[in-house]
DNA sequence: CCCGCTAGCCTAATATGATTAGGTAAATGC
DNA sequence: GCATTTACCTAATCATATTAGGCTAGCGGG
């Protein structure tokens, strides 16, 4: 009974997987049962969970250029904000797996060729219509990036579940005071913000 | 040959642990060699790898609420917002096993207890010289915590280590920017910015 | 239609880590 | 100085990753 497993199908089945039971329960015996097939039939398509990681990785990120694309298309300044948190909020509320897949460390290599860059071009073209100055605009791209996957993350691991205001609208405000930011974004300040100051933690 | 274990002094020994060679090499065959005992010795001081690690979120989260403190003792403004960011980011370059450690999923009990709320607070308590109306304190202090935790997530996985400008100026900015951020905080709209719309992901 | 080969999948074996059961001896208290 | 506690150990079991080598389904050529 031949399946006709491809690296492919193994890395879909790990990202389905991932979703329905957590990134944390992607094995290989794991993915095995769930494809069907013995353990070590997987190494025939995967060098071992070292790069079918990676490939999940790599398959979720590009995954979700795609949908941040496709939500900034035709959008400008605070609604391609909002349009771009929600793709990702979205994105990790319906495929849990697949999103924490995509906060798994890559090579160099990796990290430069696939989805990865693309969602960093993404969120700089947000910045678009807020005008800031050249030299700011990566600075203002890592804030972004920063934010939204801070929330997502802390939200997701339940560290908002149990306090007062629902989560949801924290995110509200959370777009709506970056886009405040963005919109008041300060001079370059040559008062430097002493780091290492008293406790060298 | 007595060591004279305690728990105390197990978690001490994965903390280091942890730090000298990252969280996932805690296993309890690392700490019992770095320890110098046997595995199976170590259960009788903690009950699995599960309490051992949420023993190290524990004292981790309380070591860093009692930092944050010390850093904030003074301080008010900005400068109370510099030094709150800078100690977690501190800390976590000191300390990045203990950093890690902090971001273990805690159980209800556990999350209500220990240093978790007193970091909340403490984040709290930088906003009060920016004088938000009390209904947008929590989400403010929501988005102070995903921002600082963002950068230093990202930043530690070397996302900002091979583009431009050093990640050190992108912190300083940041710090800039959460500033402004407080100081233009916005009235809270009733226009809803949409999320679910298009693409269900 | 059948032969032979390629590949897809399997069994078996080894290694590392978690965890439990039960034993031995060092420290502690009387 | 003896008994008890308990810190630590040995041995065994189980799950997962990974490698080596075997079997056969099903395809291409005759």
Redesign the pocket.
């Known amino acids: ?5 491809t690296p492919e199908r193994v890395v879909d089945t790990a990202l389905e997987l991932a979703d329905a039971s957590g990134l944390q329960n992607v ?4 993915v095995a049962q769930y494809a ?6 997987l ?3 995967v ?4 790069d079918l990681k990676t490939r999940m990785a790599l398959s979720s990120l590009d995954e979700l250029a795609d949908h941040a694309a496709e939500a900034l298309a035709g959008r400008a300044g605070k609604n391609a904000l909002a349009a771009l948190g929600n793709t990702y909020r979205d994105y990790a509320r319906a495929h849990p797996g697949r999103y924490a897949a995509t906060r798994i460390p890559l090579d160099h290599t990796s990290a430069a060729t696939g989805g990865g860059p693309r969602n960093t071009d993404l969120t700089g073209a947000v910045l678009r219509e807020y005008q800031l100055p050249e030299a700011e605009r990566p600075h203002a791209t890592r804030v972004l990036g920063a934010t939204f996957h801070g929330f997502i993350s802390l939200e997701q691991s339940g560290s908002f579940s149990h306090s007062s205001p629902g989560s949801d609208v924290s995110w509200q405000r959370t777009i709506d005071a970056l886009d405040a930011m963005l919109r008041h974004w300060p001079e370059p300040s040559h008062t430097l913000n002493a780091s290492h100051n008293e406790n060298p933690a």
Do not use: F, P, W
């Open positions: 009974m031949r399946i006709g497993l094995t290989m015996t794991g069907g097939v013995k353990t070590a039939s190494y025939a398509h060098r071992d969970l070292n």
